[in-house]
């Protein structure tokens, strides 16, 4: 089973698909994808997240992205009250991003707001989505002693180190591949994806960013999980229907909300 494991159906460009979401969807289910998970970075915009979800096969996360997380204060009452919906599967998108962020007081907020977001999830036993860009040793030490091994999650858009990634792997996290990895820059990726185990993996596409070769410079769009999947097959030496067996696993064993059989249908 294809899945893209990270989408945000919110903010995807819905002109070229007559601006109706289920066009974008069928899209991607004629391109194999039966199951997509459309992420929250906003809890003031969880009602239109939850209502994508109406549609099979479509389930979603409740949280608040790093980057907006400085001046709010995360309520875990929130997070959970989204949380108890049958479809919301996962805690995030939360984490550290010192990229865009280079103030002690952001880094504050964006700490604060990350160990909410592990607290609730460990409670709940919900899988934690964790973005996370040049704050390796705070992400890593945050996950440790606030996360929970038994419920743990996912490092989305992977494109730290193999270290990072294998300690990640202690902490039982999977390890989320985007179309960063088609890029000729993402050498130092590729060899971590031929490094990591299988059943460390699953595939993304963070539309509407980051489109894949040889989509890059155009507006992502969930369908085109299907060029990372056959781009990750490539790099493991595995067939393209091996890759999605195992990556498929891999999600439902962590999101275990995610009913296997709900899938996308036209």
Do not use: W
């Amino acid at each position: 089973m294809l899945i893209d494991t990270h989408c945000h159906l919110d903010m995807l460009d819905l002109a070229p698909h007559n601006n109706d979401i289920n066009s974008v969807i069928d899209a991607a289910y004629r391109k194999g994808v039966r199951q997509l998970l459309t992420i929250s970075v906003d809890l003031n915009k969880m009602d239109t997240v939850l209502g994508f979800t109406k549609r099979n096969g479509v389930y979603a996360s409740c949280g608040v992205h790093p980057l907006q997380s400085e001046g709010l204060v995360t309520d875990e009452s929130l997070l959970r009250q989204y949380a108890a919906d049958p479809k919301v599967i996962a805690i995030g998108e939360t984490g550290l991003d010192y990229f865009y962020e280079a103030s002690a007081e952001a880094h504050e907020a964006q700490k604060e707001s990350f160990i909410h977001h592990l607290q609730a999830a460990g409670s709940l036993g919900l899988p934690v989505i964790v973005h996370t860009r040049n704050a390796k040793e705070d992400t890593l030490s945050l996950i440790k002693q606030y996360g929970n091994r038994d419920s743990a999650g996912v490092l989305h858009c992977f494109t730290e180190d193999y270290e990072m990634a294998k300690a990640a792997l202690d902490e039982n996290y999977l390890i989320s591949i985007s179309g960063i990895v088609t890029f000729k820059t993402a050498q130092d990726l590729k060899e971590t994806v031929r490094k990591l185990p299988l059943e460390s993996l699953i595939v993304e596409t963070d539309s509407p960013y980051l489109a894949p070769v040889p989509y890059r410079g155009k507006k992502n769009e969930p369908q085109y999980v299907s060029e990372v999947a056959q781009y990750v097959a490539d790099l493991k030496g595995i067939r393209y229907e091996a890759l999605l067996e195992a990556t498929a696993a891999n999600f439902h064993r962590v999101f275990a909300k995610a009913n296997p059989q709900h899938q996308l249908q036209l």
